[in-house]
């Protein structure tokens, strides 16, 4: 499991590849395996509901086993199960780009990332650029 | 954020724009920058749902930071998103016109407003008449 | 059932008897007798939660069909009872002082009005002189 | 309000602060004046309900517009009243002591820190220190 240390890695090194490409203001959550905020920044003028939509990214990834971009096309394909994935889990799934599992470098699932503010690929790519950062492996599915 | 005297006096020429053109029976909410009731105000022969449509379309504005209209089109490209979206604010959010975003004249945000009971766009003529009748920006996306 | 204009003349006169008596920031409901919001006024820097609890002070008069000071002498007798009723009302309830339902002078109800912000008494007195001030009669339990 | 510079500097000194006590493993959790998280941070080996319960602690500060142990003290005078606010505000408000209102040197309240993992006054002292260290007044009620 991801320690306080290095999920806070992970976040400010999210957002500072976020201010460096000029995005709009953006919400990091990081969580553990099992589904459980470690850490949580929002940036100034983010708008109120990121912080859960963040949440419910990385919490997807967590449910399902898969990154978010899996689960994006999941949901393309089958918005069904996915109304139904939303009310089962009552709102902790979001299945979209910007969140991902966290890995070590032996594939053993450490916590996930979620990432809300932009468009669902450059907030991915914050999740992606804050987990190497800190030494570890982003699957974004 | 917005006073007392001002939310009151948005709700009143939202209202008087209202019946003005005759529309049917509106609810008009207006709320803090935090999704915050300060006034809300629903006509006779309204449906007892409208007062959480009109909360909802308000706080949807404030949850993302965009206006409704704005909301609308995202929801109607992505309608998975948009359930996901329901269901991780307890159905706080509804993307639809007729919620705008309140600004200053620098851009700054003071609030939300939220009108419910005629046809979405006749609900954001009424949202947007209020918001300027104050002297403020409406935004609605 | 009460009028809009009937309930915006409460409010209106209940918050300039608090500002008369120097209360603190206070947040006023009224209620039609199916418990829908017709109006709600909440001061500036009353706290976030006060329109939901003026709600639940209205509501838990027209739940029960007593008045709020009734509700609370009852809560003291039993709190066992009054943790069910806000279980089972799903939060719609709080049996408090501040919570009066409106009448004709043939006794007919037409709504309940709630007021939270200072003392639980001087919701009441707020209450009362807002629905006297409309010409109505108070019924505080 | 509190900007996310600010609110990141409240969390890190209030951890501090519990490191150089030796206390339990801690969450601090920093809100918005509308509720909203800004900064979340749990130790290493906290339970995973205490980001919940800190953001209650700081929540319930907003909702009534008391510091936590103004809070804690009226909950012990009025049980009932308080299962009404837990229902009533859907389990967001825990009035305990280790929840401070956030306040500049005119008054002004900019957010509220909730603090959950060790004894409630310590919880508290770890919550002002934090708000202190920032340059700020922490209203502990």
Redesign the interface.
């Known amino acids: 499991m991801l320690?306080?240390n290095q999920a806070?890695e992970i976040v400010d090194a999210a957002l500072g590849k976020a201010r460096e490409l000029g995005l709009r203001?953006l919400t990091v959550t990081v969580l553990?395996p099992?589904g459980?905020?470690?850490?949580?920044?929002?940036?100034?003028?983010?708008?109120?509901?990121?912080?859960?939509?963040a949440?419910?990214k990385a919490w997807g990834c967590l449910g399902t086993g898969h990154g978010g971009a899996a689960g994006a096309r999941h949901?393309?394909r089958d918005?069904a199960f996915?109304?139904a994935l939303?009310?089962m889990?009552?709102?902790?799934?979001?299945?979209?780009r910007g969140g991902v599992l966290v890995r070590d470098a032996e594939g053993a699932l450490l916590g996930a990332v979620g990432v809300s503010g932009d468009r669902p690929e450059n907030d991915e790519t914050v999740a992606v650029a804050g987990v190497e950062k800190a030494g570890l492996v982003a699957d974004a599915g």
Not at 40 to 46: C, L, Q, S
Not at 89 to 96: F, L, M, N, W, Y
């Open positions: 320690s306080l806070s203001p553990d099992g459980h905020p470690i850490v949580v920044k929002r940036e100034d003028d983010a708008g109120i509901l990121r912080p859960q939509i949440h419910a949901a393309t918005p996915f109304s939303a009310a889990s009552e709102g902790r799934v979001a299945s979209s």
